[in-house]
């Protein structure tokens, strides 16, 4: 079993910054692609990012260029930096994990963007 622990959410103004993280408990398996989803009150949850354990990385069309997703193998994190937020990012933000064929999922953190 896995555990993701995901920090960094929180309310930010309109323009502005913030970097989420996760940390997956140890596993005797090496974790492979990592990803963080998000899911706005109404809406399905969807993919904002991911990254696999080579460091090839894809984004959602809305966040390219804002949203930079990277890992630590050595400390089992993945971050998410999020620039120039706009109150369309306002979701749940879950961390995600691939472990020989099963997928874990954080408990997830909010990030509110709202003057």
């Known amino acids: 079993q896995v555990q993701l622990v995901e920090s960094g959410g929180g309310l930010v103004q309109p323009g502005g910054s913030l970097r989420l993280s996760c940390t997956a408990s140890r596993s005797d398996f090496g974790i492979g692609a990592m990803a963080w989803y998000r899911q706005a009150p109404g809406k399905q949850r969807e993919l904002v990012a991911r990254i696999t354990s080579g460091g090839s990385t894809n984004y959602a069309d809305s966040v390219k260029g804002r949203f930079t997703i990277s890992r630590d193998n050595a400390k089992n994190t993945v971050y998410l930096q999020m620039n120039s937020l706009k109150p369309e990012d306002t979701a749940v933000y879950y961390c995600?994990?691939?472990?020989?064929?099963?997928?874990?999922w954080g408990q997830g953190t909010q990030v509110t963007v709202s003057s």
């Open positions: 995600n994990a691939v472990v020989r064929l099963t997928t874990y």
